[in-house]
């Protein structure tokens, strides 16, 4: 199975372990391995995404680039000229960084991933693919452009800041971090990556049927999924559109609202109480969901009327996701802080309300179909075991926060489906989509979230020797 994944995926895949930031770049070892030319990507990898100000620290490097060696200095974006400011905020990355070249696509299928700039680019420099080196921030653009350019030296650095599209986060973010997990995969030693390897499987196999993967092969699959020749991945008018409706807006609030009552005692006196009891008011809260979980059930099995059932399912749901928003704040307060065993089985029981509320309540109310439900409970087994070799190498809050606010949304998606899905069928399907995307992205956080320490770890060892 490796070698079949390092096979289909090569051409996305950097030429060394994937680094923090740009200037964890070796130039001194590739100017004297042939390198003379080097195109550098732009947002998200010397400066923050919309920025005009490149971070001085990678302009910096830059200029040691040309003294260990070398001659031509690229910048190659995606971003379009489609205004004067544009051109100016072009022009001011150029004088920065003090590039002898800039590329933008003129129109759509010049963009990376096509290899049209890079082409520009070794005529321009007037050197072979084997004396250039690519440096940027996207598997699905800058490594593979580069790639099937036949670029040699590549180095894939982790993005960072600015404003991202909403298409970015729930599309394209799940498949670059899988790509990542492979090319921490192929680049670390054998004996360091076997729960890499593992997570990484499950979490492809969790996305696409293995053995479908030679019939439709991953590259022009993965084209198709992120976006062709795309800068930024928008999600259709209508669905943004949806998303910013009264329902979604009104959705939020009513959760709102439903943690704003512990506001109402002074909050000295929480204070005070939590200190001493944080820890056993949160397992409180925590296994009260269970009970919540055996009611959703017994009312499903009732001979309640079928509009009786929904109101009440969506009223144990409401009073459950609340228990949910306080049990992680009663934790905190203890003086001890949280326990790692509150935490997983915290997980553990919004899993199984979830599942249950969708095959009890959402199913039956006509809201979701049987399908649509089982899809979702083992799509969620398969993230979480993605996610358990992870667990052990060390977690962040970065990953449960993600995993907090996709439950969020997939309680919004049942409360608001519940109460008005029957009338309003097409805010439902809404709702429920942009759950099934956030619950993935939460998944794949994890994950990643493991990654970011080891390339963070290695970045300040890095930088550590360079400046001893």
């Known amino acids: ?89 072009l022009r001011g990355w150029q004088e920065q960084v003090g590039a002898d070249l800039v590329l933008s696509p003129d129109q759509p299928s010049h963009a990376k991933p096509s290899t049209y ?7 321009y420099f007037g050197l072979k693919p084997q004396e250039m080196g690519m440096i940027g921030d996207k598997a699905t653009a800058d490594m593979r452009a580069a790639a099937l350019a036949g670029i040699e030296h590549r180095a894939w650095t982790r993005p960072f800041g600015g404003h991202r599209h909403i298409g970015d986060k729930l599309v394209r973010d799940p498949v670059e971090i899988a790509l990542r997990m492979q090319a921490h995969l192929q680049f670390t030693p054998k004996g360091d990556s076997e729960p890499l390897a593992s997570g990484n499987l499950m979490l492809i196999s969790s996305q696409t049927d293995v053995e479908t993967l030679p019939e439709f092969g991953l590259p022009d699959g993965l084209d198709n999924i992120v976006g062709f020749g795309l800068s930024d991945i928008e999600l259709p008018e209508h669905l943004l559109a949806d998303m910013q409706s009264p329902v979604f807006r009104k959705a939020f609030e009513n959760l709102q609202e439903l943690f704003a009552d512990q506001t109402q005692v002074p909050a000295d006196k929480i204070r005070a109480f939590l200190y001493e009891h944080g820890r056993t008011a949160a397992d409180a809260l925590t296994y009260s969901r269970l009970a919540i979980t055996a009611g959703v059930a017994l009312i499903h099995f009732s001979n309640l009327s079928p509009d009786t059932k929904r109101k009440l399912h969506a009223t144990l749901l409401a009073t459950a996701y609340a228990t949910d928003g306080l049990d992680g704040f009663a934790g905190r307060g203890h003086k001890d802080g949280a326990t790692a065993k509150g935490g997983d089985d915290d997980q553990r029981i919004d899993k199984a309300l979830t599942a249950t509320a969708d095959l009890l309540a959402m199913v039956p109310a006509g809201l979701l179909s049987r399908k649509e439900a089982g899809a979702s409970i083992l799509r969620d087994v398969a993230l979480t ?10 977690m962040d809050t970065k990953s449960i926060r993600a995993g907090k606010n996709a439950l969020m949304l997939k309680a919004a998606a049942q409360l608001v489906g519940l109460a008005l899905g029957p009338r309003n069928p097409h805010a439902n399907w809404v709702l429920q989509k942009t759950a099934t995307g956030l619950k993935i992205v939460s998944a794949v956080k994890s994950a990643d979230s493991w990654l970011e320490q080891q390339e963070f770890k290695n970045h300040i060892a890095i930088q550590s020797r360079r400046a001893a």
């Open 117 to 123: 700039g890079a082409h520009q680019a070794m005529q």
């Open 385 to 394: 075991l993605a996610r358990e070799p992870f667990k052990a190498r060390g």
């Open 1 to 89: 199975m490796g070698s079949f994944l390092e096979e289909r995926v090569a051409d996305y895949m950097p030429t060394q372990l994937p680094v923090y930031r740009v200037n964890d770049v070796d130039a001194e070892q590739w100017a004297q391995e042939g390198v003379r030319g080097l195109l550098l990507d732009v947002e998200g990898t010397l400066g923050e995404t919309g920025a005009s100000e490149l971070l001085p620290e990678y302009v910096d490097w830059v200029v040691r680039a040309r003294d260990a060696g070398i001659d031509f200095v690229g910048l190659w974006t995606n971003k379009t000229i489609d205004s004067v400011a544009d051109r100016q905020l």
